[in-house]
């Protein structure tokens, strides 16, 4: 097993070509760029998928002002916009309801 090494994004795009190059042959590649197997893996799969933006290191959260990279991603960002906002109103619908009980309470108790 190698060590982890860092890599920028044209070493991974280079990598990941090297391989599809090479039909495939992960095992080789790794050898070659003194990387895991694993990673020859990922990368190239990746990078069939997704092309250079799949390479991107997309480590820790995304900047909310950053635009998305596919439509899939934008409508999973739409939909968690959605469901947060469908949470924060029940929770607004459960706080009136229960203001509403505390004062109907308080009135009958006069």
Known sequence: MTTSRKTTKEERIAIAMDCLA????????ALKHDIS?????????????????????????????????SEAEELKIKMARLEHEL????????????????ERGNASHK
Request: proline fraction near 2%; avoid cysteine.
């Open 37 to 69: 197997y694993q990673q020859a893996y990922t990368w190239t799969k990746r990078f069939s998928e997704r092309g250079a933006a799949g390479l991107e290191d997309r480590r820790g959260k995304r900047k909310a002002d950053q635009a998305p990279r």
């Open 22 to 29: 090479n039909g495939n042959n992960y095992g080789e590649t």
């Open 87 to 102: 949470y924060m109103t029940r929770m607004e619908r459960d706080l009136l309801k229960k203001l509403d009980e505390l």
